[in-house]
Structure formats: C-alpha cells, structure tokens
T-cell receptor, first 115, second 115 residues
Framework: AQSVTQLGSHVSVSEGALVLLRCNYS??????LFWYVQYPNQGLQLLLK??????LVKGINGFEAEFKKSETSFHLTKPSAHMSDAAEYFC?????????????FGTGTRLLVSP | ETGVTQSPTHLIKTRGQQVTLRCSSQ?????VSWYQQALGQGPQFIFQ???????GRGNFPPRFSGLQFPNYSSELNVNALELDDSALYLC??????????????FGEGSRLTVL
C-alpha cells in the first residue's frame, strides 16, 4: 500500500529564509506525487505535481520540489519565505494504475513564518 | 468557471443521527471524491464516484454512503453518527478519464461536529 511520511508537524522560519518541507513516500510502482496547501478554513489547493516527467517540478507561489527515486523523497522548497506562505502543507501520493483517482495524504506540516 | 461548492459549511449533530452533505463539482468534471479530514490529520479517502457509480472506496464502514447525480453533483450520507465522525468533509472533483492529470479540485469543506 502506498503511504506518505511528512517529517515535522510544524516548521518555523523567518520571513526571507529558505523553506524546506520534507516528504518521503512508499510505493510499489512509479507514483504520482503532489503538494497541496491548505489555508485556514479553506479547502486544499494544488501547489505542484510530479507525474513522471521532469524530476524538478516548479509550482505556484515560487515553490518547487524534486523527485528523488533513490531517496524516495519529494521535498518542497522555496528560496525566500513570505508571511503569506503560512499555512498547512500536505504531501500526497497517487497510484496511476488503480483506475481511480485516490490520493493518500501525509499528516501535514504547518509552516509558521515570523517577521 | 465555477469551482467546487459544498453545503452546509458547518453543522452540529448528535450521536445516532444521520447527515447528508452536498457537493457541486467544477464545470466539466465528471468525477467526485470525498475525503474526511479529522482535526490535525491529513485527508482520508472515503470514496469516489465516476459517472454516477462508485468506482473506489477507502477504509470506511458501510454507514458512509454516497450518490452522484446526472449533473455530476454528489451527496455524502453518514448514518448512525459517532463522535469520531466529527471532522471536515472535503469534496473534490476532476475529469475521470484517461486525461487524468492527478489534480483534484477541492471545495472548502463541510465541518461536522457530533455531540
């Protein structure tokens, strides 16, 4: 069964600092991988996705992630944090062969940005 | 383009009662899936409907049931409510054909509190 592990339930950074949110996955087949963001009292919004094309994926709001098969990782980064980046971030994995679009989410990482 | 809309946004029920949550999918989307997000957790897949039929189900008991209508809107029904059913219920829509890109479009959710 597929699974996702997000290391760190909370990450705190200062405005302008590097953001690094960690995600490791477990999958028996080449997966699709995603990062979603959830702002308070809102649904989830897709930041970026990996679907077996380029291993370095660029998303919205300056975020990017790199798929590393050897490390089974898909860490999310942003060079310079903004106050508006404060939110909950979820890594998710999908098996493209299941025949339906089920996502398995990690438990999330709350990003806190201080002035 | 109208996004995914859910109703009601908040509701309170007591143990043993039944609840119906509603979702209108985004224009052009024929697949709807439902997720349960308990406090402090990532979303958990409940089930998915494609062209009015359930075509995937997560690890949820039969008292969780659903429907999809010809206009692709959907309902989630939960019978015999338990305290642990308190959660944010998220609806997501997508195109459920071979052009699946892996991106789900989420509504803002229905927050259910069971007392």
């Amino acid at each position: 069964a597929q699974s996702v592990t997000q290391l760190g339930s909370h990450v705190s950074v200062s405005e302008g600092a590097l953001v690094l949110l960690r995600c490791n996955y477990s999958s028996s087949v080449p997966p699709y991988l995603f990062w979603y963001v959830q702002y308070p009292n809102q649904g989830l919004q897709l930041l970026l996705k990996y679907t077996s094309a380029a291993t370095l994926v660029k998303g919205i709001n300056g975020f990017e992630a790199e798929f590393k098969k050897s490390e089974t990782s898909f860490h999310l980064t942003k060079p310079s944090a903004h106050m508006s980046d404060a939110a909950e971030y979820f890594c998710a994995v999908s098996d493209p062969d299941t025949g339906f679009q089920k996502l398995v989410f990690g438990t999330g990482t709350r990003l806190l940005v201080s002035p | 383009e109208t996004g995914v809309t859910q109703s009601p946004t908040h509701l309170i029920k007591t143990r043993g009662q039944q609840v119906t949550l509603r979702c209108s999918s985004q224009s052009g989307h024929n697949t709807v899936s439902w997720y349960q997000q308990a406090l402090g957790q990532g979303p958990q897949f409940i089930f998915q409907y494609y062209r009015e039929e359930e075509n995937g189900r997560g690890n949820f008991p039969p008292r969780f049931s659903g429907l999809q209508f010809p206009n692709y809107s959907s309902e989630l029904n939960v019978n015999a409510l338990e305290l642990d059913d308190s959660a944010l219920y998220l609806c997501a829509s997508t195109r459920g054909d071979r052009d699946f890109t892996g991106e789900l479009f989420f509504g803002e959710g229905s927050r259910l509190t069971v007392l």
